[in-house]
């Protein structure tokens, strides 16, 4: 730890202080100055402090980690770090360089984040767009998964020669077609290379510049490859063969040829020299996106809200239609399916655009505020900590296990060679221990992976809740309906607005205050307590049974108001849509007045 400056002396009021984390893979690599990835320790300070910069922060104190892993929380540098902002409670920023330098699994990332939030202070990246807004921890969340997977993969060490390789400019297996793989002697050593194929390149250059003019289709450009002679080389395993749609699909995206090599999703700047420049490269990839954008749009897709919205009036589902105004503009609308058998049914057709705003809308409701995130995921993390230590102890007693069976193995064996047991006792012994191992290891695999598995779900839900409206609205149609298939069992439409819906099972769970009950089995009086606390006396009597009912939403038969069971997200955040006014179906008819326009605090009834 290295102190730079005094926050308790005078500042201007608005300061804001921050600490700097920087953090190296090895002990070695500390004293070199360098890490792995050939970052300096310099470097990560200076992307701190213009971070701190940007932030209009101060640093006040460095922290250092030189851990062999990030595979523990329990790394000192880190420790004094979390001790030094909970001490001081005025830090507002933590500044790390990236998130995979923080913790390389999600329990721990989780733990460390809650330290760091319950001291006041919150997550910043110096290279990665991660902070504490919402998208920017839906972000944080994904490449924490992704540096979860990394560490996965790093442990196996076939990987690890490549991967040096690809780090370091080299190419990892094949060159792509316009580059050759060669050995050199260098020194009367010989290395391994990638040049340039003097017969290929190219060709592989006029495909590029000519898909880029916007003048040849694919299949075309295809053709004429093939007649200029341009063929997939022969293989040991397979012979020379022509060149398809999906080769020259595959060439015009690689960034290999504009000097760039990728090996586990991860890109380097390659040591082969580009064949294509940048910018007719970028021309390559819109004439590509705008194609397949083009091609997309003929495509006929159902509408993303099918399967989610039903009648309000009569439970049923609805169709599409489209209907023509006199001008011969079309407006796509749903109707009510059940009106053609129920003759009760009264509801109108309605716009489909409209059930779409409706629906936006309605997602207003699921967030879940700063508060209320914090304290669902205390409780979850206090009911995993009981389990983490049974499971700990489990994990204890079957690695003890699975020693012993090891050690009976090889003494079998011994006794074998000295003739003291039958072939038969032999055989018999060692199935049992065989079958004994196979479970042993079922038992330890499934101890090391649940806990984990069960933070990742309630995290990425969690995640969803804490930024579901914004989420939602930026959504493209596939990912609406993923969104509303995950969180609504059903929309109920009347008219054109939702009058309610049932969240699914999951949801129903996570915005309901109960959340630890489904993780542990605590006694009932826990239960109730938690109940109490998060939900202040509401003159309603409620017992745990009744939670239920109020996340049902809306009983559709008698839904003629706004549903008046308060929504689960509506008891702690209400939101900008509370006070849409009456809901009397139809005040003035479609079309008259002014068209709608968003009106701030006022509604439709003024
Ligand atoms: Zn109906």
Redesign the pocket.
């Known amino acids: 730890m290295r102190i730079l400056l005094d926050p308790t002396q005078p500042f201007p009021e608005d300061t804001k202080f921050a600490v700097s984390y920087l953090r190296v893979s090895t002990k070695a690599q500390t004293e070199t100055g360098y890490d792995e990835e050939g970052l300096s320790i310099a470097a990560q300070r200076e992307a701190n402090e213009r971070k701190a910069e940007q932030l209009g922060a101060v640093i006040v104190a460095e922290f250092v980690d030189a851990a062999e892993s990030a595979k523990t929380a329990d790394r000192p540098e880190l420790q004094a770090m979390l001790g030094f902002i909970r001490e001081l409670g005025v830090i507002s920023y933590v500044i790390v360089d990236k998130v995979d330098r923080l913790a390389r699994n999600r329990e721990d990332d989780v733990l460390i984040n809650m330290a760091v939030r319950k001291a006041g202070a919150q997550f910043v990246s110096s290279k990665e767009n991660i902070d504490e807004t919402p998208s920017g921890k839906l972000l944080h969340g994904i490449m924490a998964s992704i540096a979860e997977f990394y560490s996965a993969n790093l442990a196996s060490e076939s990987k690890k020669g490549t991967r040096q390789k690809a780090k370091s400019g080299g190419t990892p297996g094949h060159a792509p077609l316009g580059y050759r793989n060669v050995r050199e002697r260098i020194d009367g050593r010989e290395i391994r290379t990638v040049a340039v194929d003097p017969e290929r390149a190219p060709l592989i250059q006029w495909m590029f510049s000519a898909y880029a003019t916007g003048d040849w289709t694919m299949r075309q450009l295809t053709a004429e490859l093939n007649r200029r002679g341009l063929r997939i080389p022969a293989t040991k395993k397979l012979a020379e063969r022509p060149l398809r749609y999906q080769h020259v699909d595959k060439m015009l995206v690689n960034r290999y040829y504009i000097g760039f090599v990728s090996y586990e999703g991860i890109e380097y700047e390659g040591r082969h020299p580009a064949l294509i420049d940048t910018v007719t490269f970028e021309q390559v990839q819109a004439v590509r996106t705008a194609r397949a954008a083009a091609r997309e749009k003929v495509q006929k897709h159902p509408h993303y809200l099918k399967g989610s919205i039903f ?1 309000g ?2 439970r ?1 589902r609805f169709g599409v239609m489209n209907a023509k105004n006199r001008w011969g503009t079309v407006y796509p609308y749903f109707y ?1 399916l ?2 053609a058998k ?1 003759e009760d ?1 009264t ?1 109108s057709t309605i716009l489909i655009a409209d059930v779409e705003v409706a629906v936006e809308d309605y997602w207003s409701r699921i967030q879940l505020s700063e508060s209320r995130i914090t304290a669902i995921r205390e409780q979850v993390m206090a009911a995993l900590v009981g389990r983490q230590h049974s499971n700990r102890a489990e994990l204890d007693r079957q690695e003890k296990r699975r020693k012993t069976l090891q050690n009976q193995q090889l003494k079998l064996i011994e006794m074998r060679y000295a003739d003291a047991i039958s072939l038969e006792h032999l055989k018999s012994e060692q199935e049992r221990i065989t079958r004994e191992l196979a479970q042993a290891q079922q038992i330890i695999d499934q101890c090391s992976t649940e806990i984990e598995a069960v933070i990742k779900v309630v995290e990425e839900a969690l995640l969803l809740c804490a930024n579901a409206h914004r989420l939602y609205l930026s959504a493209p149609p596939d990912v609406r309906r993923q969104l509303n298939q995950a969180v609504f069992a059903r929309f109920w439409i009347m008219d054109d607005q939702v009058q309610g819906a049932d969240l699914t099972e999951g949801f129903a769970h996570l915005l309901d205050p109960g959340i630890a009950a489904g993780l542990t089995e605590p006694s009932k009086d826990k239960a109730a307590k938690i109940e109490n606390r998060s939900r202040p006396a509401k003159g309603r009597g409620r017992s745990t049974g009744a939670q239920r009912a109020d996340l049902e939403l809306v009983r559709p038969r008698d839904a003629i108001q706004r549903p008046h069971g308060p929504l689960p997200a509506d008891t702690t955040n209400p939101g900008p849509n509370r006070d849409r006014g009456s809901n009397v179906t139809v005040l003035v008819s479609e079309g008259g007045l002014e068209p709608p326009r968003p009106i701030k605090g006022t509604s439709t009834s003024s």
Request: glycine share 20%.
């Open positions: 009648c009036r009569c049923g009510c059940g009106r129920k049914c509801q």
